[in-house]
């Protein structure tokens, strides 16, 4: 980028420098941030749309908050690029997401400003909440900020914050970010209401001759009229909804009109108590592309902005995602109890094609993960055969439901993880590390990881088929480029595949590790079993390779602290059986962000890194001398 390009901009290295500008220059500082945002997004990927519809209220919150000392909290992360901008981090947002560069949410290890680490959705309101009543009980006169979009407002964990902060009235502003998107559209009936009561000029139309009809009227007759106004009120706008919640609301408000920003967030910092300021933003503010398909734009790879994102769909094999899409809606044609549910992911999930072709068994729940696997279960009990698209890292936010609401009551829910194991660039609050370790432990749940693509294919189906709930977990892209076979046939359950035979030592691996270990096991001459199942696991198979190899590896792409490796010693043990066993998996430690095989090889998960760590293990565990 050009030096000289953003003369405003580029003055600014931290809140402080911004809030000495004159406010008439803040118009022309949104300009050069947005047209730097788009640059730089551009030229290194990452979430666009969303930042810059949130310019003008991040320029507005800044200049008026005293940042860091006053508390700012964004929810999810996705707007919050320009915020790292002005926090100091300009000259290496060109690097975001890269392992070498700035995380692409919100993280308090990386800057004072970062005041929360977010990645999932509705939790800025709790955070600041609390963060409020510490500046309470400490006699501190700082102020607590979050910032949430409409989107967020569909989980349950937002609406629990507002009724307690309404309740224990702390000195909180919270900023209602109205785009009318999450990632996909949003949904809901409440999202609905909203759009009604702020389409045109009908209540302050009425309020405004009611205030004249008002002024003529007897005294008792005004009183009554003023109770009345507030039950007509409650219909024609959203205030009154968060005032019965004890919220003195404010707006909505033009969000791309920093001076009016400014002006109301001036009035609203010397107020005290839970304030509520809605502000009306576009998605994609700035850049027609954009402003026209904020869900293709959301989240994107490098590209020409002057020609904007291409056609997409390149040639290769499918992604597991595109996998699960086609045998959805292949399942669908054959299966009329099946239904497809996903919690506000229907692009990230697989499910347009299906939504598009069977929109009367397409469920999108908006971020609402527990309701999404309740659901699911309701469906169950009446015959349904529901299949819930989920990421891996989502699902764990409907876990109490998962395990009452499902396994408990042995429902037929085939769950799809998605973004299973390491994900890349979103980093630690997206990958899919914990999974096997929390489905394997509940009774009831059968647990598939497959190898390949077709091999996903038809364990979707045995999952479909199977009477029980079910979980088949794969990772994010594409996998070893087996084209998935049409004719779909359900798996035997419980049982594994040995791909190789060889001598000395037995890889035991688990989905997306079975191709590496294949790879590794014709340097060592080693017998490779693809597991398939997680739970229940193939115990024959087990004590056979124990009994025919004097030493064992498990390989998968989850924690090892209760993950499939754990299943196997738990087996060894049970049968008395001693065997050496290496368990190689992802370590004990939230895994940063890069690029997914780029964090394979800086865990040691990918070939070479396997193969290495093998060596070193037998050397010294199995051959070396007693």
Request: glycine share 12%; hydrophobic share 40%.
């Amino acid at each position: 980028m050009d030096a000289g390009s953003y003369p405003l901009l580029e003055g600014i290295d931290d809140p402080a420098h911004l809030r000495e500008l004159p406010e008439h220059q803040l118009p022309r500082l949104a300009t050069q941030l947005r047209e730097f945002l788009l640059e730089s997004v551009a030229r290194s990927g990452g979430h666009l749309a969303a930042g810059l519809g949130a310019v003008e209220l991040t320029i507005a919150l800044h200049y008026i908050l005293q940042t860091p000392h006053d508390r700012l909290v964004w929810d999810v992360g996705h707007q919050c690029y320009p915020h790292k901008i002005l926090t100091g981090r300009r000259g290496v947002i060109g690097r975001i997401r890269r392992s070498d560069g700035p995380a692409g949410f919100p993280s308090r290890q990386e800057s004072d400003y970062d005041t929360f680490g977010v990645g999932h959705s509705s939790t800025a309101i709790s955070a600041a909440l609390g963060m409020a009543l510490a500046a309470r009980a400490q006699g501190s006169r700082r102020k607590t900020c979050a910032v949430i979009g409409d989107g967020g407002l569909t989980a349950g964990e937002a609406f629990e914050a507002l009724n307690h902060a309404g309740d224990v009235r702390p000195d909180l502003l919270v900023v209602l970010n109205d785009n009318e998107m999450s990632i996909s559209e949003n949904v809901g009936a409440l999202n609905r209401t909203f759009a009604r009561m702020l389409s045109g000029g009908l209540y302050g139309n009425l309020r405004e001759e009611g205030k004249r009809v008002l002024e003529q009227m007897p005294a008792p007759m005004r009183e009554f009229a003023k109770r009345a106004e507030e039950h007509v009120k409650g219909m024609l706008v959203p205030g009154t909804f968060f005032e019965e919640l004890g919220f003195q609301y404010f707006g909505p408000v033009d969000g791309h009109d920093v001076g009016e920003l400014v002006r109301v967030l001036r009035r609203l910092r010397a107020l005290e108590g839970p304030r509520l300021l809605h502000v009306v933003t576009r998605k994609g503010k700035g850049y027609p592309r954009a402003e026209a398909n904020p869900i293709a734009y959301h989240g994107v790879k490098a590209f020409d902005p002057a020609a904007g994102l291409g056609s997409g769909g390149g040639s290769g094999p499918p992604t597991y995602t595109e996998v699960f899409g086609r045998w959805l809606c292949d399942m669908a044609e054959l299966e009329p109890r099946l239904w497809g549910i996903t919690p506000a992911m229907r692009e990230g999930s697989g499910l347009v094609e299906f939504a598009r072709r069977f929109p009367g068994r397409y469920l999108d729940t908006g971020i609402a993960e527990q309701h999404a696997v309740t659901l699911a279960g309701g469906l169950a009990c009446e015959g349904a055969r529901p299949v819930l698209a989920i990421y891996s890292t989502f699902l764990q936010r409907g876990y109490d439901q998962l395990i009452h609401d499902i396994a408990l009551q042995n429902l037929p829910v085939l769950f799809a993880l998605d973004r299973a194991g390491l994900v890349g660039a979103d980093g630690p609050t997206h990958h899919g590390a914990f999974d096997l370790s929390y489905l394997r432990c509940l009774p009831n749940m059968t647990v598939m990881v497959p190898a390949d693509e077709n091999e996903c294919r038809q364990m979707l189906y045995t999952g479909h088929l199977h009477k029980g709930p079910a979980a088949v977990r794969y990772p994010r892209g594409r996998g070893p480029g087996v084209t998935p076979s049409g004719p779909m046939t359900p798996l035997a359950i419980g049982r594994a595949e040995v791909r190789r035979h060889g001598s000395g030592l037995a890889l035991l691996a688990f989905g997306s590790m079975v191709a590496p270990a294949e790879a590794v096991a014709e340097a060592l001459d080693a017998t490779v079993v693809n597991m398939r199942f997680v739970k229940p696991l193939d115990r024959d198979t087990v004590l056979a390779m124990a009994a025919e190899h004097p030493a064992l590896v498990t390989l998968e792409e989850n924690v090892i602290g209760g993950g499939a490796g754990s299943a196997i010693l738990e087996t060894l043990a049970a049968a008395g059986v001693q065997r050496p066993v290496l368990q190689l998996g992802l370590p004990d430690r939230f895994v940063g962000h890069g690029e997914r095989d780029e964090l394979l090889t800086a865990v040691g998960l990918d070939a070479p890194g396997i193969e290495q760590r093998i060596r070193q293990w037998r050397r010294q565990y199995v051959e070396a001398p007693e």
